[in-house]
């Protein structure tokens, strides 16, 4: 087990929904990153957090947002969703930009 | 913004052949990661280079980080069918905050 805990590992919803994706980062990294990652494609940066607050932001959809909680876990919610948003989804952590930890991915299915 | 290039996108072998991946970046680097995704898996961790110049193996695995610190490579020796995956280069530059990925190299490896 990588450390870093997500949850689901498959989501299957209609267009339109919402959905919830959750991670905890390993024990002691305080930074999060949220990683979009299409059928055959890169890992693209959505957004990362450090100790609670926003640090960078890539492209990510102003349909989607994220936080992280005094807890340092962190949730990215997807709403209005459309098929072309159907992907894997990484979270991972760090401490200090050394060696990400990533969870297994959610793998989100827009029908 | 910071730009990350990986060469080729996909590398088809011959078992016991040699493979190479290689890295660029637009700008120059804090330090350089590289990861593996297994076929259905997450990105694992495999190793970081800071010094300019750098060379680091891990068995069968060469890394090396160019004394511009711009670009990296990652030599692969003899392939075994283990070696499968997709291998991404991850450049920090400090000003940016985070790592940008590069688009990953898919080794098939034919038995």
């Known amino acids: 087990d990588s450390g870093v805990t997500k949850t689901p590992k498959h989501l299957i919803t209609a267009t339109g929904q919402r959905v919830t994706l959750r991670c905890s980062p390993r024990?002691?990294?305080?930074?999060v990153y949220w990683y979009q990652q299409s059928l055959d494609q890169g890992l693209q940066f959505l957004i990362q957090?450090?100790?609670?607050?926003?640090?960078a932001k890539g492209n990510i959809l102003e349909r989607f947002s994220a936080q992280q909680f005094p807890d340092l876990h962190s949730e990215l919610n997807l709403s209005s969703l459309e098929l072309g948003d159907s992907a894997l989804y990484f979270c991972?952590?760090?401490?200090?930009?050394?060696?990400?930890?990533f969870g297994s991915g959610t793998r989100l299915t827009v029908v | 913004g910071q730009q990350v290039m990986q060469i080729p996108q996909y590398q088809h072998v011959q078992e016991g052949e040699d493979f190479t991946t290689y890295c660029n970046s637009s700008?120059?680097?804090?330090?350089i990661q590289w990861y593996k995704q297994r076929p259905g898996g997450h990105p694992v961790f495999l190793i970081q280079l800071v010094k300019s110049g750098e060379v680091k193996k891990q068995k069968r695995l060469t890394f090396q980080f160019g004394e511009a610190k711009k670009n990296s490579s990652l030599h692969i020796t003899a392939t075994q069918t283990t070696d499968v995956g997709t291998y991404f280069c991850?450049?920090?530059?400090?000003?940016?905050?985070?790592?940008?990925f590069g688009d990953g190299t898919t080794l098939t490896v034919k038995p």
């Open positions: 957090y450090y100790n609670g607050e926003e640090r």
């Open positions: 991972a952590s760090s401490v200090n930009n050394y060696g990400y930890t």
């Open positions: 024990s002691g990294d305080l930074s």
């Open positions: 991850a450049g920090l530059n400090t000003n940016a905050g985070k790592s940008t």
């Open positions: 700008t120059t680097l804090s330090n």
